[in-house]
């Protein structure tokens, strides 16, 4: 690199083949000896999924919730506990990461290193980066009992429950009326727009 950062920074990489046409292996890419002002960048072919997958996946939970599952990016970072590499239980050991799923509020990683063992004292990071649209209803506030429901990117209106069911567990309403149960009573409080409130369960009349 040929400035200098205060801190090692996160590097994000990607292979591409020469030959698109053909099939290819495939290959597992991770940074290695991640400092200040370089990094090295491994590539390894073939038979890197082989054996059992357990005890590898992360889950992120989002802080906010996203409007669609976004696009996350990952790759995996490999030192030691001490950052020493006399202490490393391998040297260049093959590391893979992939997102297994993602939803609007949350990304599951998964994250496989090829030959390795119980004594082996290596530290894998997987550094992340998520791109997408926050649900739009973030921090929006709704009157007369009714929801927030977004309609686009930037589209957030607050509607009424769009159906209810049909079990009796009768409410009695502020305004003195009695509803059949209270997703009822929310639901046509925000269709007439008006405020009133639950004063207690069962019937007005006794």
Same mark, same amino acid.
């Given at each position: 690199?040929?400035?200098?950062?205060?801190?090692?920074?996160?590097?994000?990489?990607?292979?591409n083949?020469g030959?698109?046409?053909?099939?290819?292996? !495939?290959?597992?890419? #991770? $940074?290695?000896?991640?400092?200040?002002?370089?990094?090295? &960048? @491994?590539?390894?072919?073939?038979?890197?999924?082989?054996?059992?997958h357990?005890?590898l996946?992360?889950?992120?939970?989002?802080?906010?919730?996203?409007?669609?599952?976004?696009?996350?990016?990952?790759?995996?970072?490999?030192?030691?506990?001490?950052?020493?590499?006399l202490?490393?239980?391998?040297?260049?050991? !093959?590391?893979?990461? #992939? $997102?297994e799923h993602?939803?609007?509020?949350?990304?599951? &990683? @998964?994250?496989?290193?090829?030959?390795?063992?119980?004594?082996?004292?290596?530290?894998?990071?997987?550094?992340?980066?998520v791109?997408?649209?926050?649900?739009?209803?973030i921090?929006?506030?709704?009157?007369?009992?009714?929801?927030?429901?977004?309609?686009?990117?930037?589209d957030?209106?607050?509607?009424?429950?769009?159906?209810?069911?049909?079990?009796?567990e009768?409410?009695?309403?502020?305004?003195?009326s009695?509803?059949?149960?209270?997703?009822?009573?929310?639901?046509?409080?925000?269709?007439?727009?008006?405020?009133?409130t639950?004063?207690?369960?069962?019937?007005?009349?006794?």
């Open positions: 690199m040929l400035q200098r950062f205060l801190s090692p920074p996160a590097i994000f990489v990607t292979a083949h030959v698109n046409n053909r099939t290819q292996d !495939a290959m597992a890419l #991770w $940074v290695e000896d991640l400092k200040v002002n370089s990094f090295k &960048i @491994c590539l390894r072919e073939a038979k890197i999924f082989d054996g059992p357990k005890n996946k992360v889950t992120i939970n989002f802080t906010e919730p996203f409007y669609a599952p976004p696009v996350v990016l990952v790759t995996a970072k490999r030192s030691t506990r001490m950052n020493n590499s202490q490393s239980g391998s040297q260049c050991n !093959a590391v893979t990461t #992939w $997102v993602t939803s609007k509020t949350e990304a599951q &990683i @998964c994250v496989k290193t090829f030959n390795s063992d119980s004594i082996n004292k290596d530290v894998i990071t997987v550094d992340y980066m791109t997408g649209d926050l649900d739009p209803c921090d929006v506030v709704c009157h007369y009992h009714c929801l927030c429901k977004a309609f686009g990117t930037y957030a209106r607050c509607v009424s429950v769009e159906s209810c069911p049909s079990y009796q009768p409410i009695c309403s502020s305004n003195g009695t509803y059949d149960n209270e997703c009822l009573f929310r639901q046509e409080m925000c269709i007439l727009r008006l405020n009133y639950v004063q207690h369960p069962g019937s007005c009349e006794g």
